[in-house]
């Protein structure tokens, strides 16, 4: 199977560099910025527990051109949200008809996105990430918090994932199949409600959580988002460890439980930070509207409000013009936690 990556930035390079490692042909298509990072450094892909795999230059296949996707017979899509529309019209023009496009993206639109432009021509199925990828530079790319992909279930996404699992090289970027993608999508969705609050924070990942008032604010936001879907009919799956219906109890836990329990179980280092801290960071628009945004539009569309979302969106709007995007704990908890409805369980 020959495997094409669109969007080679970190989640690209990481998995699409794991699968390569592990024998699988892949070749990927992404900017000049990194493609001549990688001409120069070839790929480094490391994680959390000391996994370690090297690309030489001459090993990777990295263009910049979509039409590198026509010998591809699988796409993966690793843009981020707002490049979909225009990465749907690259697969379009230059794709093999009947390739298959597999979106990696957070959120829970971009496969509707994909498939209202590419209609009949390509069939389009989802997947997700639930671990972070950091891009250190000089070719390397690391992978901070535990877990596989999750893809949909597929005969190309078979064979896909046997191939991975039979070569230890590919380990971290594992694909476990599943036929219930939307409801996975919605459990992902849930999970990056914290992405929002970690990139207002301005820490890594590990230090945001350790901060209960942080985790009241994410604890809240998903509280809304529950009461939102199970008004509109949707049961999220669970990712990770947590039912979807505890998360934010178990988010919003004191310090002594979440941070002894919660913290030892999920393996999270470091050097991991959420991909919309990663935007804010490099000044890029975020995928705010696709996380967050999507739980407010949900909620307008079933005559509801979802005023802490609501809240938490325009505050990173304002970090995307660069005003006020650092917030405390206390400080982001009292700005939108104070006075909704939810807040009481959280402490307001
Ligand atoms: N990073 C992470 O840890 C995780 C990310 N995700 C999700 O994965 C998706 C990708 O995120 P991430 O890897 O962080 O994003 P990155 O910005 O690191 O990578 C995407 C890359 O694709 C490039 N690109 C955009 N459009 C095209 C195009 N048409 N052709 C070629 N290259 C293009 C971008 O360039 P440019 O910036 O110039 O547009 C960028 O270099 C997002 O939906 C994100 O939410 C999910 C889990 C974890
Ligand atoms: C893995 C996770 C949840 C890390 O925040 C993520 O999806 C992201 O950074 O976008």
């Given at each position: 199977m020959n495997v094409a990556i669109l969007g080679a930035g970190s989640v690209g390079c990481f998995v699409g560099g794991a699968w390569a490692a592990a024998g699988v042909a892949v070749r990927f298509v992404g900017r000049p910025r990194i493609a001549e990072e990688v001409a120069a450094e070839g790929l480094t892909l490391t994680d959390f527990s000391g996994w370690q795999a090297r690309l030489a230059p001459d090993a990777v296949d990295f263009?910049?051109?979509?039409?590198?996707?026509?010998?591809?017979?699988l796409i993966v899509l690793a843009v981020k949200s707002h490049g979909t529309a225009e990465a749907a019209k690259e697969i379009a023009r230059h794709a093999r008809k009947g390739a298959l496009v597999l979106s990696l993206q957070n959120g829970v639109s971009n496969v509707e996105t994909l498939r209202a432009a590419l209609k009949d021509r390509f069939e389009v199925i989802q997947g997700i990430v639930p671990f972070n990828v950091a891009?250190?530079?000089?070719g390397r790319f690391h992978k901070g918090v535990a877990g596989d992909l999750i893809v949909q279930e597929h005969a190309a996404t078979r064979a896909l994932a046997a191939a991975v699992a039979r070569?230890?090289?590919g380990a971290p970027a594992r694909l476990r199949l599943a036929d219930d993608m939307p409801a996975v999508a919605w459990g992902k969705l849930l999970i990056n409600l914290n992405n929002a609050v970690n990139a207002l924070s301005g820490r890594s990942l590990l230090e945001q959580l350790k901060q209960r008032d942080y985790r009241r604010v994410v604890a809240a936001s998903i509280v809304e988002a529950l009461d939102v879907l199970a008004a509109a009919g949707i049961a999220p799956a669970q990712i990770g460890p947590i039912p979807p219906k505890l998360l934010p109890h178990a988010i919003a836990a004191p310090n002594l439980v979440f941070n002894n329990l919660f913290l030892k179980v999920q393996k999270i280092d470091a050097k991991a930070r959420s991909s919309m801290a990663d935007d804010i960071r490099a000044g890029r628009p975020t995928e705010i509207d696709f996380l967050n945004g999507e739980v407010v539009r949900l909620a307008q569309r079933l005559k509801r409000k979802a005023p802490v979302n609501a809240a938490i969106v325009d505050l990173v709007k304002q970090a995307e013009l660069g005003i006020e995007h650092l917030w405390s704990p206390e400080d982001l908890r009292a700005h939108v936690l104070?006075?909704?409805?939810?807040a009481p369980v959280f402490g307001y």
């Open positions: 263009g910049t051109r979509p039409a590198a996707l026509a010998g591809a017979d891009h250190l530079g000089h070569a230890p090289e104070q006075g909704h409805k939810v």
